[in-house]
């Protein structure tokens, strides 16, 4: 299994991504429409272990998350967005679309830029585009050049 970075959990969660976390009570897909009980742990933001429930006992300091047997799906990549920064945040900037796309379930965006005032096309318009954006982005994201 690759290293799948763990972009958000439910708003209610107290979820620390510094923290090693057990995931408990929940489902996975497995095949077809049919789902399995799991518990999921993730360490420094990273899953480490899929594990069938009460599999083993919890590791020191290891803090633990009830999600009262939600669903858990793997996140998705919206391969192409058109937001607005810098240039025409009005239409909508990257806060406001990666808040969207993270209430949807997409936990990466790649961003093409809207016109030429936010569309990646040499070095200082990356420059630009990765100051405006430091510090904005709710889920991961690329951007088109």
Request: proline share 5%; charged share 25%; hydrophobic share 40%.
């Amino acid at each position: 299994m690759g290293a799948e970075k763990v972009i958000a959990v439910r708003r209610r969660s107290s979820y620390n991504e510094s923290m090693r976390t057990r995931f408990v009570n929940l489902r996975v897909s497995t095949t077809g429409n049919d789902t399995t009980p799991a518990e999921i742990v993730v360490n420094d933001g990273v899953i480490e272990e899929i594990l069938v429930p009460d599999a083993q006992t919890a590791v020191e300091a290891e803090h633990w998350e009830d999600l009262g047997g939600a669903l858990v799906l793997p996140g998705l990549v919206d391969p192409e967005v058109d937001f607005g920064d810098p240039g025409y945040p009005l239409r909508e900037d990257f806060f406001s679309g990666t808040a969207a796309a993270a209430a949807g379930g997409v936990t990466c965006v790649a961003d093409i830029g809207q016109d030429e005032h936010s569309a990646v096309v040499d070095n200082p318009s990356l420059q630009l585009k990765v100051r405006t954006l430091a510090n904005r982005a709710l889920v991961d994201y690329m951007l088109w050049a």
